[in-house]
């Protein structure tokens, strides 16, 4: 398939940015953040429709969002978390065909003239080792 949650999930660990595996859902850090540590967390099936979700995969899907707020707290102490659900290209989603919570840390003063002026984010850690960070201290 084209769909880029699906390569992610489908992907060697190595080569993926997947953080945490599920028997219905996956963990996989945002390619493209809004904030360092920014996790989306989708199901395995591929589906486009959150009413469409069963509620095995949508109580996996808040675990592990729940689970990942946990680590993220402990690996990069964020002062709070923005969760949501972009649904439709006209509500912002990026990737509309597979649905997918988004888990985003935020620290005071995170937002900052670069994205409005330069259309640059400026992340401080590669996400590779972001990903390994996280992995390491979900299974901790």
Known sequence: EGCILCR???GADEESLVVRRGERAFVVLNRYPYASGHLMVAPNRHEGEFGELDAEEAAEIHRLAATGM?????TMRPQGFNLGWNLGRVAGAGIADHVHLHVVPRWSGDTNF????ADVKVI???LLETRDRLREAWTA
């Open 8 to 10: 992610a999930r489908d």
């Open 70 to 74: 946990g680590v993220l707290a402990e």
């Open 114 to 117: 670069m994205p409005v002026l």
């Open 124 to 126: 401080p850690e590669h």
